[in-house]
């Protein structure tokens, strides 16, 4: 079992920046692929990020390329979402999530086992 808590959000203008943090309980947690995902207003839950156990390899949906960075330190069983340039269309509760099988490349919701409670952020124009 692993309970997952975002932290972080918050309300920033156009261009500006957040990091957001997803600490997780238990021992498995470095041995997880971890990811981040969000749900604008009307809009199905989507892909943002993946992260590998180590960290080595990461994984970002085409919209935020460049602009977001996922990271993780395992020593403090936390993940997390650098999130720069900023815009609007960014707006979403932003979730973190475990998929339990690692070294993947998944970006489907349904291959996460677990999820944290989500963090909103608001991009104003």
Do not use: H
């Amino acid at each position: 079992q692993v309970q997952l808590v975002e932290s972080g959000g918050g309300l920033v203008q156009a261009g500006g920046s957040l990091r957001l943090s997803c600490a997780a309980s238990g021992r498995t947690f470095s041995s997880y692929d971890m990811g981040w995902f969000r749900q604008g207003p009307g809009k199905e839950r989507e892909f943002v990020a993946r992260i590998t156990p180590n960290g080595a390899r990461t994984y970002y949906a085409n919209s935020v390329k460049g602009r977001f960075t996922i990271s993780r330190d395992n020593a403090k069983n936390t993940m997390y979402l650098q999130m720069n340039s900023l815009k609007p269309e960014d707006t979403a509760v932003y979730y973190c999530a475990a998929d339990t099988t690692p070294w993947g490349t998944s970006t489907a919701p349904y291959e996460y086992e677990y999820w944290g409670q989500g963090t909103q952020v608001t991009v104003s124009s």
